[in-house]
């Protein structure tokens, strides 16, 4: 009788590609070239990148609207599907227990 769980596939493409990625961000963090370390210069690109020009297209204050306030849906998913406020109420949670915990509260 052998006393080997068997492998979760799951687990292992998960613990791979962690690795992988973690592996990457570590070989990419060291990339920069020796000269310019010499030079104590940084790789953000040319020295003259020319003149910057305020964007013309879009609206600022619709985006800066949508940036702050719109849930994309988020809301009816965490109170309808999920029906997180039910229970946040039969868990007994306190207001200041919820603040704790790390729950947005809107004051509109």
């Known amino acids: 009788m052998s006393s080997r769980r068997p492998c979760n596939a799951g687990m292992v493409t998960a613990l791979v590609f962690t690795s992988l990625f973690a592996l990457s961000g570590c070989a990419m963090s060291g990339s920069s ?3 310019d370390q010499m030079a104590g210069t940084s790789s953000d690109g040319p020295a003259d990148q020319g003149t910057v ?3 013309t297209d ?3 204050a619709a985006g800066r609207e ?3 306030f719109e849930t994309f849906g988020n ?3 965490w109170t309808d599907a999920v029906r997180l406020p039910a229970g946040m109420v039969a868990a ?3 207001p200041l227990m919820a603040l704790d915990l790390g ?3 809107d004051i509109d």
């Open 75 to 77: 809301e009816g998913f």
């Open 33 to 35: 070239s020796s000269t």
């Open 53 to 55: 020009e305020a964007r």
């Open 66 to 68: 949508a940036f702050r």
């Open 92 to 94: 007994k949670v306190t």
């Open 103 to 105: 729950v947005q509260v």
């Open 58 to 60: 879009g609206d600022q």
